[in-house]
């Protein structure tokens, strides 16, 4: 009995990227492999290419839905999924070569999720964890941390296979709530229901390549609910701590680390990146990152160290007297000059 594979692909306004992403895939692939592109109300030519493509080949089924976010449309990608395993891929993405002749070693182990390196545009990407199968969550030891915060394997839906029994068992969808960190969320909830299984293959190889250098990515493009996702994510990162059976301490440190990175991620995007803004909301989130001691003092000490020391002062200036209106309406002038 073969194991089928469903490759789901939220598709909006990708008209100039989702064919690549679909070669990809299909590049070596299956024939039993089920590649399912969910147009979310795209306004552009993206629907029409996705009923083109899945004319063109029979492994592909086009769906469409409403316009509801990534989230939404791999959760309606998830609700079709026939596969034993399902693997998730932005439109603007690709998979490389050598993936699908480097799985069945890892699926003949039975994991719940198998993990796979990862390379971006903006540079490499190695994978914290070691080749090999972990029977348990709490056997990822340290790399449990740079997995979940700075590398970014547990926090994306990529590059990785879930197991669709247990997304069927436990139910799993992404909170449509959430435009942001709505696959973080995915990933603790699904490691959740994992403790009962063999847990994780890390299959050695790079075999995703992330484009964050496009003008969509998160990086590039300001918004201002990142606090928000945070506090929405936190309790199922508890739960999972809990679960892996962390000392209090440990469990504190990264609960902090969350917190505050969501801070800095959502400093950055207000101090770095051209958009509208009303003056009101700018100013409630410098107030609520510089409310919190721990985010307050990381912000100063980067801002201590920025070698433009020059351009630096209002932002030292900001945090140090903890004025939240000077901030907001030092970036919302200096945004208006910032290149698009």
């Given at each position: 009995?073969?194991t089928?594979?469903?490759?789901i692909?939220?598709?909006?306004?990708?008209?100039?990227?989702?064919?690549?992403?679909?070669d990809?895939v299909?590049?070596?692939?299956?024939?039993?492999?089920?590649?399912?592109?969910?147009?979310?109300?795209?306004?552009?030519e993206?629907?029409?290419?996705?009923?083109?493509?899945?004319?063109?080949d029979?492994?592909?089924?086009?769906?469409?839905?409403?316009?509801?976010?990534?989230?939404?449309?791999?959760?309606?990608?998830?609700?079709?999924a026939?596969?034993?395993?399902?693997?998730?891929?932005?439109?603007?993405?690709?998979l490389?070569?050598?993936?699908?002749a480097?799985?069945?070693?890892?699926?003949q182990?039975?994991?719940?999720m198998?993990?796979?390196?990862?390379?971006?545009?903006?540079g490499?990407?190695?994978?914290?964890?070691?080749?090999?199968?972990?029977?348990?969550?709490?056997?990822?030891?340290?790399?449990?941390?740079?997995?979940?915060?700075?590398?970014?394997?547990?926090?994306?839906p990529?590059?990785?296979?879930?197991?669709?029994?247990?997304?069927?068992?436990?139910?799993?969808?992404?909170?449509?709530?959430?435009?942001?960190?709505?696959?973080?969320l995915?990933?603790?909830?699904?490691?959740?229901?994992?403790?009962n299984?063999?847990?994780?293959f890390c299959?050695?190889?790079?075999?995703?390549?992330?484009?964050?250098m496009?003008?969509?990515?998160?990086?590039?493009?300001?918004?201002?609910?990142?606090?928000?996702?945070?506090?929405?994510?936190?309790?199922?990162?508890?739960?999972?701590?809990?679960?892996?059976?962390?000392?209090?301490?440990?469990?504190?440190?990264?609960?902090?680390?969350?917190?505050?990175?969501?801070?800095?991620?959502?400093?950055?995007?207000?101090?770095?990146?051209?958009?509208?803004?009303?003056?009101?909301?700018?100013?409630?989130?410098?107030?609520?990152?510089?409310?919190?001691?721990?985010?307050?003092?990381?912000?100063?000490?980067?801002?201590?160290?920025?070698?433009?020391?020059?351009?630096?002062?209002?932002?030292?200036l900001?945090?140090?007297?903890r004025?939240?209106?000077?901030?907001?309406?030092?970036?919302?002038?200096?945004?208006h000059?910032?290149?698009?």
């Open positions: 009995m073969t089928r594979v469903t490759v692909v939220p598709c909006y306004k990708a008209a100039g990227t989702l064919r690549r992403a679909a990809s299909l590049e070596s692939a299956p024939q039993d492999l089920e590649l399912i592109l969910v147009d979310d109300g795209s306004p552009d993206t629907g029409k290419l996705c009923d083109t493509l899945a004319g063109e029979s492994r592909i089924r086009a769906l469409h839905r409403p316009n509801g976010g990534a989230g939404a449309a791999r959760s309606t990608g998830l609700e079709a026939s596969g034993d395993w399902v693997l998730f891929l932005d439109a603007d993405d690709m490389l070569p050598g993936l699908w480097a799985l069945p070693t890892a699926m182990d039975a994991p719940g198998i993990l796979f390196g990862m390379t971006r545009a903006s490499p990407a190695p994978c914290p964890l070691a080749p090999g199968r972990y029977d348990h969550v709490a056997d990822l030891g340290e790399a449990l941390d740079p997995l979940l915060f700075e590398s970014g394997y547990l926090a994306a990529y590059p990785k296979l879930f197991r669709m029994d247990i997304i069927r068992q436990a139910n799993l969808r992404f909170d449509e709530r959430l435009k942001i960190n709505e696959d973080v995915f990933n603790l909830d699904f490691l959740h229901f994992l403790q299984s063999p847990a994780i299959l050695p190889g790079v075999y995703y390549k992330q484009n964050d496009l003008a969509g990515s998160l990086s590039r493009r300001l918004r201002g609910d990142l606090l928000d996702a945070e506090r929405i994510t936190r309790p199922a990162l508890a739960r999972l701590l809990d679960d892996v059976g962390v000392s209090s301490a440990e469990r504190e440190r990264l609960l902090r680390k969350s917190r505050v990175r969501a801070a800095l991620n959502q400093y950055g995007l207000l101090t770095g990146c051209k958009g509208d803004m009303p003056f009101a909301r700018r100013r409630a989130l410098f107030a609520e990152i510089l409310s919190d001691p721990d985010a307050r003092q990381e912000l100063r000490r980067l801002l201590s160290n920025d070698p433009n020391r020059l351009l630096a002062l209002p932002y030292r900001g945090a140090a007297l004025a939240p209106g000077l901030l907001a309406g030092y970036t919302q002038i200096k945004n000059f910032l290149p698009n």
